[in-house]
């Protein structure tokens, strides 16, 4: 069984910095490329950013480029999203396993979410 | 704004059917056969019910259909259920800059 468990999230400052981590198990981890997708209050779902199996492309939402980065490490089955200079970036921050190797859409497993709010 | 365009909501009685409508443009949704359709309960994990426009993964029920026609993506539930009462999301592949993954704003659906 596909489990995709994020952690990381919390409250932050404006202009601060997180890094959300998304631990996988029940599948080939690098066989599948990975996203991070977020929900703001309110608000329907956004691609941030979406990651190739092997790791070598990356894919950006225009948004999120040069604020976020996204990377992940195949020994650990473990996928990440860095956050740089946050503002308004409230919202549950969803990890998903993607249908292809380096495709950009298409999640067939998703994680429950980790919740960033970002308050001073 | 979501790139995206779906109803804010639906609703039907159980048994009935169904059906949601995921409007984009020819850069996306009339270029590609690349449509997704999620299902979100609250607090919850989305699940994908349609992915390539009309294909089910294995352990969706086919009383859920896709379809597309020229910018538009459909979502039918037939033979509505209590528990399908969800919102759902549409997506597509849109060749905008250099490739982006869109998402429609979300349709409430609410078994009467």
């Known amino acids: 069984e596909v489990q995709l468990l994020e952690s990381g999230g919390g409250f932050v400052q404006p202009g601060g910095s997180l890094r959300l981590s998304c631990e996988a198990s029940?599948?080939?981890?690098?066989?599948?490329?990975m996203t991070w997708v977020r929900q703001a209050p309110g608000k329907g779902l956004e691609w941030v950013a979406t990651i190739s199996g092997h790791g070598r492309n990356t894919y950006y939402a225009d948004s999120m480029r040069g604020r976020f980065t996204i990377s992940r490490d195949n020994s650990k089955n473990r996928l990440f999203l860095q956050l740089h200079s946050l503002t308004e970036h409230t919202a549950v921050y969803y990890c998903?396993?993607?249908?292809?190797?380096?495709?950009?859409?298409?999640?067939?497993?998703w994680g429950q979410g980790a919740l960033l709010i970002v308050s001073s | 704004q979501s790139a995206l365009t779906q109803p804010a909501s639906v609703s039907g009685s159980p048994g009935q059917s169904i059906t949601i409508s995921c409007t984009g443009t020819s850069s996306d949704i009339g270029a590609y056969n690349y449509v997704y359709w999620y299902q979100h309960h609250p607090g919850k994990a989305p699940r994908l019910i349609i992915y390539d426009v009309n294909i089910r993964p294995s352990g969706v029920p086919d009383r859920f259909s896709g379809s597309k026609s020229g910018n538009t993506a459909s979502l039918t539930i037939s033979g509505l259920q209590p528990e399908d009462e969800a919102v759902y999301h549409c997506s597509a592949y849109g060749r905008e800059s250099v490739g982006a993954a869109l998402f429609g704003g979300g349709t409430q659906v609410t078994v009467l």
């Open positions: 029940g599948f080939t981890f690098d066989n599948y490329a």
């Open positions: 998903a396993k993607n249908l292809l190797f380096d495709s950009l859409v298409g999640s067939d497993s």
